[in-house]
């Protein structure tokens, strides 16, 4: 299933994919309200949205709905740096040094944003794009070994993981640099895990302005999911609704020669293989 939030007059709704067009699921609104709870039903929750898409016809068309980011606030919002071998090179070359473990930062949830929604430089000089498999938490994990991590997993969506090149040197963490209002769009839904038979043999790609910048593949993870989320897991609990950003391919701005930083009036589309695609434009900076 592919489920979604929309906006219409009354505010969020929930919504699921129903061919071209959105199934509401207004009716769950007394057991689930937001995605987030629908997250921690579960499969009863996942078993009463597929009895409504059994029984009713779409009514609204997808091109005509206002899409929100699929999850409200994700408790938590982890991204790995460094876990395509190729983008390990581009980070070398940049002076970066390698990391001997799984290299996990914070994005503040703050910097969530929808599927379309713009993207402000705010105070960033070196604004850059970064196309990640989103993995999606469902039942809380904690201490799970890397067999049992795929029990885990709710879904999974599409992550531009926006960057500020330059304030993200501010701080050996990279947080700042990562978590600037709307530099974290995410969606345009969230794919259910039975939909994907395996997440790592996903094609990945970005495009600026219409032009290919990034192109991988999952399987070319260094770490892969399962062993993400048995690592988290080792130190902390993994909660329902908690989003991974599971890593980068090679081609972003600040590796090319000269570097190519985002402008006011770029689009940037992330587009991942049996998942979806985001787009996002690139709007004069807000700045005191």
């Not at 105070?123 to 795929?150: C, N």
């Not at 690592?231 to 972003?252: C, F, I, K, Q, R």
Request: charged share 20%.
């Amino acid at each position: 299933m592919r489920l979604l939030r929309f906006q219409d007059t009354n505010g969020p709704r929930l919504g699921a994919v129903k061919g071209n067009g959105v199934v509401p699921l207004g009716a769950l609104a007394d057991r689930y309200p937001t995605m987030l709870s629908l997250i921690a039903g579960g499969d009863t929750a996942l078993a009463a949205v597929r009895a409504i898409l059994d029984s009713t016809n779409p009514v609204l068309e997808i091109e005509k709905v206002s899409l929100l980011a699929p999850i409200e606030r994700p408790g938590k919002f982890l991204a790995i740096g460094m876990n395509y071998r190729k983008h390990i090179e581009e980070a070398k070359r940049l002076g970066q040094p390698v990391p001997t473990n799984q290299f996990w930062f914070n994005k503040q949830t703050s910097c969530v944003a929808g599927p379309y929604d713009d993207t402000d430089p705010g105070m960033s000089e070196a604004l850059d794009y970064e196309v990640e498999l989103g993995v999606v938490i469902g039942r809380p994990a904690k201490h799970v070994t890397v067999d049992q991590a795929k029990d885990h997993v709710f879904g999974y969506l599409v992550c531009n993981d926006v960057s500020a090149r330059d304030w993200q040197r501010h701080s050996p963490t990279f947080t700042i640099g990562k978590s600037f209002d709307t530099h974290g769009p995410i969606g345009p839904w969230i794919v259910t895990a039975d939909e994907i038979a395996d997440p790592h043999t996903l094609g990945l790609r970005s495009f600026v302005n219409g032009e290919a910048r990034q192109d991988g593949n999952t399987s070319e993870l260094v770490y892969n999911i399962w062993e993400q989320i048995a690592y988290l897991s080792s130190a902390l609990t993994l909660e329902s609704g908690d989003l991974l950003a599971t890593g980068t391919p090679d081609g972003v701005g600040v590796a090319m020669t000269p570097p190519s930083f985002l402008q006011p009036g770029d689009v940037v589309r992330c587009e991942i293989d049996g998942v979806g695609a985001i787009e996002n434009k690139v709007v004069a900076a807000t700045r005191p």
